[in-house]
């Protein structure tokens, strides 16, 4: 598994980390400390603020996990890849987006863009 397929891994693992001590943790080696995550609902910068969106996200769908959806294409630096949030017990994604990271020159991601493809009617 090629790095960067390595930090999207890791990245959907924070994205599905219940403990927020251990997220927290898990933010901070994943991400440069200037790291950014932009999506249609959040732009922040540094790792609190990036734990937060996370944390958020956990909040509003409990019971449901990320996963990969497809291959991680990657081109140098960046890596593009498509995932889905599925319920725990199994069944439809409500929601479906496509991410495009941008690692670092010291193994961490500098940046994500994330897009949403599906989501739930209001």
Do not use: C
């Amino acid at each position: 598994m090629s790095d960067l397929k390595e930090l999207v891994v890791r990245y959907l693992a924070v994205w599905n980390e219940a403990d927020a001590e251990r997220r927290e943790q898990a933010v901070a080696e994943l991400w440069a400390e200037d790291g950014t995550y932009t999506d249609p609902l959040a732009d922040v910068s540094g790792r609190a603020g990036i734990a937060a969106v996370v944390a958020a996200a956990r909040e509003q769908f409990p019971g449901f996990s990320f996963r990969l959806a497809g291959e991680v294409d990657t081109n140098h630096h960046i890596a593009r890849f498509q995932w889905e949030l599925v319920p725990d017990g199994g069944g439809e994604a409500p929601v479906v987006g496509f991410d495009v990271a941008v690692a670092d020159g010291e193994g961490r991601l500098k940046s994500v863009y994330g897009f949403l493809d599906r989501v739930p009617s209001a």
